[in-house]
């Protein structure tokens, strides 16, 4: 069995976010790390082929500046191979320019049985790549999935819901995305993170891929302004002596909710 | 040409149109043209309803035979557009279906999405829209430089839905296609995880834990203070993804959008994630250890002290009085 796993490398999260004032771009520079939300489809990816029997787990990304960092981190989980597409003419790329460029990156590696992403990025959260990928690669697709089970030639998805999950069967070959939680990420062992230096990860600029065109030119949106909300004041803070919670009584009581 | 045809993707639940769907169609009627709602499934239980709140078409694709909708639905408005019929804008409901028939019909007609939006402005061709980013510090607004349709997707509760006292609409088939090779994505069993009390993105009262709690078992506390106030107990994602309650609980950007009269979050830090979820709560009470934490730069109650001491003792004296 071969599952394609997208993962995202985005900046630390514990550092704040920022637009670059220049571009109105969110600031992606520096060390990149794997995003969290996918270290779940690179776990689900290894423990299917696991359950399978045998096979790979290769990873596509897309990152500016050639940058491999978090893609190592999958590399070290166990990931056998990888593509990235970093491209400066890729700067300022919507989803939808994203979704071709992974969608081609999967193609690049021969297509999949199955290709799994993460719900959505923690910096970006679009959420709309997985989907536009599935339509791209002319797959179908389970979003939310919360387990996934391989069954002869289909899937068994526990995909979730507003209001609890579902049970859902899909044939493969399929793209399916999970959200977090479920499993539990590996940490990559010291044997893995030496294994992952010389894994082979081949760099792709979108025209080798033959995306065009890409980044600002393709993105059909323009940010036109950038404002700050209005802030919600802070209002008392105290400090608690034993007896604060008599302050949030009289608080709900001011309110007429008690 | 100004806009003159909108679809908003319409979603039933219990036999009535969902909240969302009721947003987005008064929000679709204030921007000028026609409107009409597009159905995944049978339309005959809410046709009158959505007519009732400005669609004077209704295209319903059928019964989906338990088919996840976003490959159908989209291959179906496709086929519309295809015929002829096609909007200038689709706004879609953020959540599960809506995003993925948005993101389907997206590569079907090779258009951009903006998603997360809460805000929409139509200015002759020009067609843009607002989103909040970072926690809701900053609203970023984005305009369309291509031609239409145009496909936006906004987080529930954006606008305030209000009847227009429509007449009944005209009912279109609009069946699906065959899917060839994307077909094949079918539910076979529908979970649904009963929470008593009142729904937590409709109650007036929302307790919240986090991770301050320090494990699942204290969560009995916000559960407790949700019930004694008959309000509705939510969760930050790190909980949720923790394991100790589940998903449905979760209040944040990638959980459900809550404006309560009031908002109590218990051992929660007020990460940027949750707090889009939140901050549009009307009274906010925020307990946590650290002085520092982001939730008391919006809460108008902060209690700098351990959830462990100040929950026992407010649920005691909210219980003492009956």
Same mark, same amino acid.
């Given at each position: 069995?071969?599952?394609?796993?997208?993962?995202?490398?985005?900046?630390?999260?514990?550092?704040?976010?920022?637009?670059?004032?220049?571009?109105?771009?969110?600031?992606?520079?520096?060390?990149?790390?794997?995003?969290?939300?996918?270290?779940?489809?690179?776990?689900?990816?290894?423990?299917?082929?696991?359950?399978?029997?045998?096979?790979?787990?290769?990873?596509?990304?897309?990152?500016?500046?050639?940058?491999?960092?978090?893609?190592?981190?999958?590399?070290?989980?166990?990931?056998?191979?990888?593509?990235?597409?970093?491209?400066?003419?890729?700067?300022?790329?919507?989803?939808?320019?994203?979704?071709?460029?992974?969608?081609?990156?999967?193609?690049?590696?021969?297509?999949?049985?199955?290709?799994?992403?993460?719900?959505?990025?923690?910096?970006?959260?679009?959420?709309?790549?997985?989907?536009?990928?599935?339509?791209?690669?002319?797959?179908?697709?389970?979003?939310?999935?919360?387990?996934?089970?391989?069954?002869?030639?289909?899937?068994?998805?526990?995909?979730?819901?507003?209001?609890?999950?579902?049970?859902?069967?899909?044939?493969?070959?399929?793209?399916?995305?999970?959200?977090?939680?479920?499993?539990?990420?590996?940490?990559?062992?010291?044997?893995?993170?030496?294994?992952?230096?010389?894994?082979?990860?081949?760099?792709?600029?979108?025209?080798?891929?033959?995306?065009?065109?890409?980044?600002?030119?393709?993105?059909?949106?323009?940010?036109?302004?950038?404002?700050?909300?209005?802030?919600?004041?802070?209002?008392?803070?105290?400090?608690?002596?034993?007896?604060?919670?008599?302050?949030?009584?009289?608080?709900?009581?001011?309110?007429?909710?008690? | 040409?100004?806009?003159?045809?909108?679809?908003?993707?319409?979603?039933?639940?219990?036999?009535?149109?969902?909240?969302?769907?009721?947003?987005?169609?008064?929000?679709?009627?204030?921007?000028?043209?026609?409107?009409?709602?597009?159905?995944?499934?049978?339309?005959?239980?809410?046709?009158? %309803?959505?007519?009732?709140?400005?669609? %004077?078409?209704?295209?319903?694709?059928?019964?989906?035979?338990?088919?996840?909708?976003?490959?159908?639905?989209?291959?179906?408005?496709?086929?519309?557009?295809?015929?002829?019929?096609?909007?200038?804008?689709?706004?879609?409901?953020?959540?599960?279906?809506?995003?993925?028939?948005?993101?389907?019909?997206?590569?079907?007609?090779?258009?951009?999405?903006?998603?997360? %939006?809460?805000?929409?402005?139509?200015?002759?061709?020009?067609?843009?829209?607002?989103?909040?980013?970072?926690?809701?510090?900053?609203?970023?607004?984005?305009?369309?430089?291509?031609?239409?349709?145009?496909?936006?997707?906004? /987080?529930?509760?954006?606008?305030?839905?209000?009847?227009?006292?429509?007449?009944?609409?005209?009912?279109?088939?609009?069946?699906?296609?065959?899917?060839?090779?994307?077909?094949?994505?079918?539910?076979?069993?529908?979970?649904?995880? !009963? %929470?008593?009390?009142?729904?937590?993105?409709?109650?007036?009262?929302?307790?919240?834990?986090? /991770?301050?709690?320090?494990?699942?078992?204290?969560?009995?506390?916000?559960?407790?203070?949700?019930?004694?106030?008959?309000?509705?107990?939510?969760?930050? /994602?790190?909980?949720?993804?923790?394991?100790?309650?589940?998903?449905?609980?979760?209040?944040?950007?990638?959980?459900?959008?809550?404006?309560?009269?009031?908002?109590?979050?218990?051992?929660?830090?007020?990460?940027?994630?949750?707090?889009?979820?939140?901050?549009?709560?009307?009274?906010?009470?925020?307990?946590?250890?650290?002085?520092?934490?982001?939730?008391?730069?919006?809460?108008?109650?902060?209690?700098?002290?351990?959830?462990?001491?100040?929950?026992?003792?407010?649920? !005691?004296?909210?219980?003492?009085?009956?």
């Amino acid at each position: 069995m071969k599952v394609i796993v997208c993962v995202k490398q985005i900046p630390d999260p514990a550092t704040p976010g920022e637009l670059d004032p220049a571009t109105n771009q969110l600031k992606r520079e520096g060390k990149l790390i794997l995003d969290e939300s996918d270290s779940y489809g690179v776990e689900m990816a290894l423990q299917l082929v696991d359950a399978a029997g045998g096979g790979e787990v290769a990873i596509v990304s897309m990152a500016p500046n050639d940058e491999v960092s978090g893609m190592r981190t999958a590399l070290a989980m166990g990931a056998a191979q990888g593509v990235l597409v970093s491209d400066p003419a890729l700067a300022g790329s919507d989803a939808l320019t994203t979704a071709k460029v992974l969608a081609a990156a999967v193609q690049r590696l021969g297509g999949a049985d199955l290709v799994l992403a993460g719900t959505e990025s923690s910096d970006g959260y679009t959420g709309t790549v997985p989907e536009q990928m599935a339509e791209l690669l002319g797959l179908p697709s389970v979003t939310f999935a919360k387990s996934v089970a391989v069954d002869g030639g289909s899937l068994k998805v526990d995909r979730q819901t507003e209001a609890g999950y579902d049970e859902v069967t899909c044939p493969l070959p399929a793209l399916v995305s999970v959200t977090a939680g479920v499993v539990e990420p590996r940490y990559p062992s010291f044997k893995g993170i030496m294994a992952a230096k010389s894994k082979p990860v081949e760099t792709v600029t979108a025209a080798d891929l033959g995306v065009s065109p890409a980044g600002w030119a393709g993105a059909g949106q323009t940010i036109s302004e950038v404002a700050q909300a209005p802030a919600r004041e802070a209002g008392t803070v105290i400090e608690d002596d034993g007896e604060a919670f008599g302050k949030i009584v009289e608080y709900l009581e001011g309110l007429k909710v008690i | 040409m100004a806009i003159s045809t909108i679809w908003v993707f319409a979603q039933e639940a219990n036999g009535a149109p969902t909240s969302g769907t009721l947003e987005l169609l008064t929000k679709a009627r204030s921007l000028g043209g026609s409107v009409a709602a597009f159905v995944g499934g049978d339309a005959s239980a809410i046709a009158g %309803s959505l007519g009732e709140y400005g669609a %004077s078409t209704v295209y319903a694709t059928g019964d989906l035979g338990g088919a996840l909708p976003g490959v159908a639905v989209a291959s179906a408005m496709k086929a519309v557009i295809d015929g002829g019929s096609s909007p200038d804008l689709v706004m879609f409901p953020q959540n599960y279906e809506g995003r993925d028939v948005m993101s389907r019909l997206s590569v079907k007609l090779d258009r951009t999405v903006l998603t997360n %939006s809460i805000d929409i402005a139509v200015d002759g061709d020009t067609v843009s829209a607002t989103t909040p980013v970072f926690g809701g510090n900053t609203l970023v607004t984005a305009t369309f430089t291509g031609t239409g349709p145009h496909l936006v997707a906004f /987080r529930p509760k954006s606008f305030a839905a209000e009847p227009a006292g429509g007449g009944a609409p005209e009912v279109v088939s609009a069946p699906v296609p065959d899917l060839g090779s994307t077909a094949g994505a079918a539910v076979t069993a529908v979970h649904v995880e !009963e %929470s008593t009390g009142p729904k937590l993105d409709e109650a007036a009262i929302v307790v919240a834990g986090g /991770r301050g709690l320090g494990e699942a078992e204290k969560f009995a506390m916000v559960d407790e203070l949700a019930s004694v106030l008959k309000g509705a107990a939510g969760a930050s /994602r790190a909980i949720v993804d923790a394991g100790w309650v589940p998903y449905s609980m979760q209040v944040g950007q990638t959980g459900k959008v809550v404006k309560p009269n009031v908002y109590i979050a218990a051992g929660i830090s007020g990460a940027t994630q949750h707090m889009v979820g939140m901050k549009g709560s009307k009274n906010i009470i925020a307990i946590n250890k650290d002085a520092e934490a982001p939730i008391f730069g919006v809460a108008d109650l902060g209690i700098v002290g351990d959830v462990h001491k100040v929950l026992p003792k407010l649920i !005691e004296a909210l219980q003492a009085r009956g």
